[in-house]
C-alpha cells in the first residue's frame, strides 16, 4: 500500500553543522512533495517542496532533493540552529484517479540541536 | 493575512459525549483537509472537502464520525460517543486549489477523552 517512511526517527547534530534528514517513499506514482516542520504543540509549518520533475530544490538555508530511481527524497538543513529543533515530516501526493491532494505523511523525524 | 484557524484549542469529552471541532481556512481558499495524529505519529489524512460538498472521505472512519464545508461558516468535524481511542490533535489544513499543492495547516485542536 502506500506509504511514506522515515529512516531515523531522531537526529542529533551541533549547532551550525549541517543536517540531513532522509524519507523514503513507496507509490512511484506521487509527483509532488512537501517536508514540515512541526514544533511541539503546534501545526506542521511548510519549509519546502519539489515535483517529481525537479531532482533539486533549494530555499533559505534548506535544500529537497528528489532521487526517483530509488525513491528516496532528503532534506538538508544548512548551519543547523537551535530554532531548528522539532519534528521533520516528509508528504507525498499525486495525481492520478483519485487525485485529491490528500498528503500522506511519514512518521517524523525528530531534529534535535545541540548548542 | 489570518492563517488557518481551528477552534477550541484544546477539548475535553467524557466517552460517549460530542465532540465538534471547528476549522475556518485561510482567506480566499476553498478547499479544507482534515488529519488525525496520534501521539508520536505522523498525520492520517481523513477527508477532504470543498465548499457544500465532501470529495474524498477514504480517510474517514465508517462510523461516528463526520465532516461538512457549509457554505457560510467553518467547516466542521463531528465526533459522536467518543471512544478513548478518539484522543488525539485534528488539524486541518487548507488550499487554494484542487490537486496536488502547498496546503497551510492550523494550529489543531487536541481533543481528550476521559
Known amino acids: 500500500g502506500e506509504s511514506v517512511g522515515l529512516h531515523l526517527p531522531t537526529l542529533s547534530v551541533q549547532e551550525g553543522d549541517n543536517s540531513i534528514i532522509n524519507c523514503a517513499y513507496s507509490?512511484?506514482?506521487?509527483?509532488?512533495f512537501i517536508w514540515y516542520k512541526q514544533e511541539s504543540g503546534k501545526g506542521p509549518q511548510f519549509i519546502i517542496d519539489?515535483?517529481?520533475?525537479?531532482d533539486k530544490r533549494q530555499g533559505q538555508r534548506v535544500t529537497v532533493l528528489l532521487n526517483k530511481t530509488v525513491k528516496h527524497l532528503s532534506l538538508q538543513i544548512a548551519a543547523t540552529q537551535p530554532g531548528d529543533s522539532a519534528v521533520y515530516f516528509c508528504?507525498?501526493?499525486?495525481?492520478?484517479?483519485?487525485?485529491?491532494?490528500?498528503?500522506?505523511f511519514g512518521q517524523g523525524t525528530t531534529l534535535q540541536v545541540k548548542p | 493575512n489570518a492563517g488557518v484557524m481551528q477552534n477550541p484549542r484544546h477539548l475535553v469529552r467524557r466517552r460517549g459525549q460530542e465532540a465538534r471541532l471547528r476549522c475556518s481556512p485561510m482567506?480566499?481558499?476553498?478547499?479544507v483537509y482534515w488529519y488525525r495524529q496520534l501521539p508520536e505519529e505522523g498525520l492520517k489524512f481523513m477527508v477532504y472537502?470543498?465548499?457544500?460538498?465532501?470529495?474524498?472521505e477514504s480517510g474517514m472512519p465508517k462510523e461516528r464520525f463526520s465532516a461538512e464545508f457549509p457554505k457560510e461558516g467553518p467547516s466542521i468535524l463531528r465526533i459522536q460517543q467518543v471512544v478513548r481511542g478518539d484522543s488525539a490533535a485534528y488539524f486541518c489544513?487548507?488550499?487554494?486549489?484542487?490537486?496536488?499543492?502547498?496546503?497551510?495547516f492550523g494550529p489543531g485542536t487536541r481533543l481528550t477523552v476521559t
Open positions: 489544513a487548507s488550499s487554494a486549489e484542487t490537486g496536488p499543492l502547498e496546503q497551510y
Open positions: 507509490n512511484s506514482a506521487s509527483d509532488y
Open positions: 519539489i515535483r517529481s520533475n525537479m
Open positions: 508528504a507525498e501526493s499525486g495525481w492520478g484517479s483519485s487525485n485529491t491532494g490528500k498528503l500522506i
Open positions: 482567506k480566499g481558499h476553498s478547499h
Open positions: 472537502l470543498q465548499k457544500e460538498n465532501i470529495i474524498d
